[in-house]
C-alpha cells in the first residue's frame, strides 16, 4: 500500500511539525490556503470553521488523501478572554472529522487590542518581547512557562482527529 499524501492548510512550522509527529509520515506538505474566515476568529464557531476550510481545501485542489486544517483563535465565555484552537481532517471521499483543543485565559487587556484589530500573534510578540511567537511556542507555550508549546497544542488535536479517522475506517 503507498504512503497516504497528507496536505496541512499552513506553512506555519508549529503545524506541519505537529501534524508530522503524530502522523509519522514522509509524504507530509504544508501549502498556504486561505481560512475563508477573520484573520483573527474570535468564536469557537469561527475558529472550527477556519480549520474545515483549510483541510476541505487542501482536499479539493489537489491530488491528497487527506486534508488538516489547523486554525487558533479566541473566544470568550462568562467575560473572559480565552485562546481557543480546532482542527478538522477531510478526506478525498468527503469525510469532515473536527476536534478542539486546549483553552487558557488570556490577559484582560488584550480584548481592547484585539477589539481594535490586532492579531492574538501581534500582540504576543509585543507582549513576550519576541518575534514570531505564533510560529513558535504561541501564547500558550508563553502563558504556561513552556509546559506546553504550541506544537504540542496542536499534536493533541492531531491525536484526536488522526483517532476518530482511523476509527471510521474500521
Not at 518581547?129 to 493533541?156: C, P, W, Y
Amino acid at each position: 500500500m503507498s504512503e497516504v499524501k497528507i496536505l496541512i492548510g499552513s506553512k506555519n512550522p508549529a503545524k506541519i511539525d505537529a501534524v508530522g509527529s503524530v502522523f509519522n509520515n514522509d509524504n507530509i506538505t504544508g501549502i498556504e490556503v486561505p481560512s475563508q474566515v477573520s484573520a483573527q476568529p474570535v468564536t469557537d464557531e469561527e475558529t472550527r470553521r477556519g480549520a474545515i476550510n483549510r483541510a476541505w481545501r487542501c482536499v479539493s485542489e489537489s491530488t491528497c488523501d487527506i486534508g488538516i486544517g489547523l486554525e487558533g483563535g479566541v473566544m470568550t465565555l462568562d467575560g473572559q478572554l480565552y485562546v481557543t484552537n480546532w482542527g478538522a481532517l477531510a478526506s478525498y471521499d468527503g469525510t469532515i472529522i473536527t476536534a478542539g483543543g486546549a483553552r487558557i485565559q488570556l490577559p484582560h487587556n488584550f480584548s481592547a487590542k484585539l477589539n481594535q484589530g490586532l492579531e492574538l500573534g501581534d500582540i504576543m510578540d509585543e507582549y513576550a518581547k519576541r518575534q514570531d511567537v505564533r510560529k513558535k511556542e504561541g501564547a500558550i507555550g508563553i502563558f504556561t512557562n513552556e509546559l506546553i508549546s504550541r506544537k504540542e497544542m496542536f499534536v493533541h488535536v492531531v491525536k484526536l482527529l488522526k483517532g476518530q479517522y482511523n476509527f471510521s475506517q474500521k
